[in-house]
């Protein structure tokens, strides 16, 4: 079965950097192009990044692009997300997606 783990994420202060892992397994992931997502509390999910199954496309929502990287290894069947000058807005559960499958999320708070 589909599984999508994510990893990475904790408590950073304004400016700081994480990097997000999310482990896929139970499908070719290789052929697969694959999302992160994120929800901040009392709001919507949001799509974050997209990645085309080679890693040649990539999109960004408006308010992080310039700041954060999504990237894959298809040897490794993992997507990650590279976030820098973090800010408290991005506080945040982020979600790796695939298709309708979603991960467990991994909470991301950006605080002094």
């Known amino acids: 079965q589909v599984q999508l783990v994510e990893s990475g994420g904790g408590l950073v202060q304004p400016g700081g950097s994480l990097r997000l892992s999310c482990a896929a397994s139970?499908?070719?992931?290789?052929?697969?192009?694959m999302s992160w997502y994120r929800q901040a509390p009392g709001k919507e999910r949001e799509l974050v990044a997209t990645?085309?199954?080679?890693?040649?496309?990539?999109n960004y929502a408006d308010s992080v692009k310039g700041r954060f990287t999504i990237s894959r290894d298809n040897a490794k069947n993992t997507v990650y997300l590279q976030m820098n000058s973090l800010k408290p807005e991005d506080t945040a559960v982020y979600y790796c997606?695939?298709?309708?499958?979603w991960g467990q999320g991994i909470q991301v708070t950006v605080s002094s």
């Open positions: 997606r695939f298709r309708n499958f």
């Open positions: 990645i085309t199954n080679g890693g040649g496309r990539t």
């Open positions: 139970g499908f070719t992931f290789s052929s697969n192009a």
